[in-house]
């Protein structure tokens, strides 16, 4: 049977979501049915609670601008499972995608069949499986690999890594990961392998002297990331995104040796991050930016001055249910002169494979921005009728519009942007 990108995704559909099944033993028994081709590719490995994707978007971008081909498996998505792998800076091409995923299709029921009853192999494993037989087949020389949740159980730990890059620490996914950042960041450093290289953002003092007992434990070289350097301009602006450069460049160091810094220049001036503070010019500008939990939200006020220079910043939210919402709305508070208030449809996070997953209701998120301190508030449960009311409020107020809470509400936010400009 030939496969194109729509079965491809309608086999994805019918397998147990992430949602969260921990354990290495089914992805572990489908890799070795696959001929283990995470071992065909040198890899880096980046864990954190914040900055994971943008890291391994530079970290590739950097190692292709060394001459080095490279691919990086990221996630969540926004539209397509194939934005997941990237290879030389793009998109890996759907049919590719959609080819892979056959491969892996076809080993899981042998797999099953050799699990406990009631154990099937799940979505994310069946994703990350596929993304290792895409960056196989793309003949990479280096394979960035952001992982899932946490780490010690996440599928992608399964990797013979040469470095691992922790990029931060932060309360988020507490209810699977533990309650304090040490108990987080030790989920998330077991996955350095002995003999190794651990580099590390920036972190509290606590976690760091976590990382370096584990670097000892295992053998690891310990780097820590340097501050961000203006000498490196990145096409994106923020200071969140330049410290994630600092550990990318440092990860890429690791891997290959000392790096050129016309070739990182280069290299920074031309990387696309989406929905990393990704502005969308029109009328009015729109911001696009990912954070989801409060140290994100924070980092993303602390880079709002930047862009947004003089102007007024109105904001449109969504939020999951199993987020802090009025942290985050209270560190973006501050910075905004307004908010339209949103959800996400159910039907919408199962197709990006969150099914059973909620957002906060557009209502009850309104009453906990304005607890934050919020004015002009505005609660539109549809996120496409608030993404226009976010355009038509900015530009009423020539302000620059900001979406933000929820990698799920950017396409809305991008959408309407476009739709405007054709009208």
């Known amino acids: 049977m030939s496969w194109g990108y729509e079965e491809a995704e309608a086999y994805l559909a019918s397998l147990e979501p992430i949602g969260w099944r921990f354990g290495l033993g089914r992805i572990r028994r489908l890799i070795g049915a696959l001929g283990m081709p995470q071992h065909r590719f040198a890899s880096i490995h980046v864990v954190g609670t914040n900055g994971k994707s943008s890291v391994a978007s530079m970290c590739a971008a950097l190692l292709d601008a060394h001459g080095r081909r490279s691919g990086a498996y990221l996630s969540p998505h926004a539209e397509r499972w194939s934005e997941r792998v990237e290879v030389g800076g793009e998109e890996l091409d759907p049919d590719r995608f959609a080819a ?74 507490t209810q699977w990961l533990g309650e304090t950042h040490e108990a987080i960041a030790a989920e998330k450093l077991a996955v350095l ?54 550990v990318a460049e440092a990860a890429a160091a690791a891997a290959i040796g000392p790096l050129d810094p016309d070739l990182v220049r ?80 159910p039907e919408r996070l199962a197709g990006a494979g969150r099914p059973g997953a909620r957002s906060t209701p557009a209502a009850r998120l309104a009453e906990l921005a304005e607890t934050a301190g919020v004015a002009r508030v505005e609660p539109i449960s549809d996120p496409s009728r608030a993404a226009e009311r976010l355009l038509s409020r900015a530009l009423e107020r020539e302000a620059l519009a900001l979406a933000t809470g929820s990698h799920y509400l950017l396409s809305y936010a991008e959408r309407a942007a476009r739709e405007s400009v054709k009208i």
């Open 100 to 173: 892979a995923v056959k491969r892996v299709a076809e080993s899981v029921p042998a797999v099953n069949r050799a699990l406990e009853a009631g154990d099937e192999v799940t979505q994310f494993e069946v994703v990350t499986a596929a993304a290792f037989v895409a960056l196989a087949g793309a003949r990479v020389e280096f394979g960035v690999i952001e992982a899932g949740l946490g780490g010690r159980l996440d599928a992608t730990n399964v990797l013979p890594s040469k470095v691992t890059a922790l990029t931060s620490v932060g309360l988020d996914h």
């Open 193 to 246: 392998r002995d003999h190794s290289t651990l580099v590390v953002g920036r972190v509290a003092p606590d976690v760091a002297e976590l990382a370096r007992r584990a670097a000892v434990d295992r053998g690891a070289r310990l780097v820590v990331a340097g501050e961000p350097e203006r000498r490196v301009a990145l096409r994106a602006p923020g200071e969140y995104l330049r410290r994630n450069m600092a």
């Open 266 to 345: 280069e290299a920074a001036a031309k990387l696309e991050l989406h929905g990393r503070m990704e502005l969308v010019e029109g009328s009015p500008d729109l911001l696009l930016d990912a954070a989801h939990n409060p140290d994100g939200a924070a980092a993303l006020a602390e880079a709002l001055p930047e862009v947004a220079a003089e102007r007024r910043v109105v904001g449109c939210l969504a939020i999951l249910a199993d987020k802090d919402a009025l942290g985050i709305c209270r560190a973006l508070a501050p910075r905004l002169d307004g908010l339209v208030c949103t959800q996400i449809p």
